[in-house]
């Protein structure tokens, strides 16, 4: 818990440091693109154990896809749906263990 609390700090700070100002409700819907970068990572919705070196690589690649989603110039609702549809063609090629 303690980690997890420092590191939901140091993002608050970039995010603060890279919008130069702060509100609360930035970073809302901010929890899908977590979630789909940890089963891109290779993490098992079913169980098991996930790796950080996975998750790592799968942050990049999220980070990638909303870059080029903001780049196209698609508007958010369109952008959390091409996220879900990741997320669920993920979880439907994951395979069970």
Known sequence: MLISSVV???AGLLYAGRLQT???EWGAG???SAIA???LGGTSLFGGRGRIIGTFFGALLVGLINNGLILAGLPVSQQQIVR???II???AL???K
């Open 8 to 10: 939901a700090s140091i």
């Open 22 to 24: 702060g509100r609360y």
């Open 30 to 32: 901010d929890e899908l």
């Open 37 to 39: 970068a940890v089963i």
């Open 84 to 86: 879900g549809l990741i």
């Open 89 to 91: 063609l993920a979880v």
């Open 94 to 96: 994951a395979k069970k």
